[in-house]
């Protein structure tokens, strides 16, 4: 199951990916975690020290090898070079499983221990000097999106996502590639604003999208939420010990984290488990996508018609 974090800069997205990433791990489900924010903090959220986040290869820095193991075989691809972050899987195209080791592996994935043990973590990259003023992020975002388009995943699999901020999330197709969304909303009209922008693109293309709150202090701000977000409100999170000991670079034991969390994780858990895949449609966004793409602006960058990628016969397995 696929699952993307997404809200309001500074909303919290990144503390509660990383705490729903903690719970899999604590039930011993295998979860691969992926850092595709513009501002690079699963790592430390995990409770990872920087040298281990720094050791870790990006994903955007091996992108051409990426790109010429998961091209595999296919015949609509000549080469790796053509390849585009929406470009989809076809026939002879290699495919990424959860029980198969792959070299991204070994390029650029790191296996978590302690608490985390069986949590992997890769991570898109983040801005390098010669990227300031000629490139966007999704240059470096691209790389998951690849990968998950070419991921064979299913129920008990879980691969979570820590988003940009904000709406920027729809400037690609990355957002049609998940089971469930779940957008992080405080208790202020800016984020509900947010929330509004972004429910409003995914109604487009028949995203749901769950809400978790976030900094809530009080009743007035549940009823806020309430009354501003209705049925979509999955839950939310109050004061914690726990997180504000995570921030401060401390590392306590995730046992202590507050009951009232944990049943905010279990309904979230619920909410994911309880999700239905239709591969069809999936795939079917995957290639509205990259024909979108291709006569914005890939089909320049390749020098050919990418959109002859799409192999119409062709749908990817489920597990």
Known sequence: MRIAFVGKGGSGKTTLSALLIRELARLGRPVVAI???????????????????????????????????????????????????????????????????????????????????????????AFAEQDLGVACYHSKVGAAELYLNHLVDGPGQYCVLDMTAGADA???????????????????????????????????????VRVVGNKVVDDEDVAFLRAEIGDALVGWMGDSRYIRALDRGQRPEF?????????????????VDGAVRDNDRMTSLAHLFHTKNALAWANRAAGTDVALQIDPEYVSPLV
């Not at 986040?53 to 296919?74: Q, Y």
């Not at 046992?255 to 909410?271: D, H, Q, V, Y």
């Open 170 to 208: 729809f400037a690609s197709g990355l957002f049609t590639r998940f089971d469930v969304t779940f957008l992080v909303v405080e208790p202020t009209r800016k984020s509900v604003s947010v929330y509004r922008q972004y429910t409003d693109y995914a109604a487009e293309y028949g995203i749901s």
């Open 35 to 125: 850092d595709a924010d513009i501002n690079q903090h699963l790592g430390a959220a995990l409770g990872l020290d920087p040298e281990q986040v720094d050791a870790l290869t990006p994903m955007s820095a091996v992108l051409p090898e990426i790109k010429e193991f998961l091209r595999g075989s296919n015949p609509r691809i000549a080469s790796a070079d053509e390849m585009v972050k929406t470009t989809p899987p076809g026939s002879g195209s290699r495919l990424v499983r959860f029980a198969e080791d792959s070299p991204l592996d070994e390029w650029c994935t790191l296996r978590l221990a302690g608490e985390l043990a069986g949590a992997r973590l890769m991570v898109t990259g």
């Open 255 to 271: 046992s202590t984290f507050e009951p009232g969390g944990f049943e905010l994780l279990t309904r979230m858990l619920a909410e």
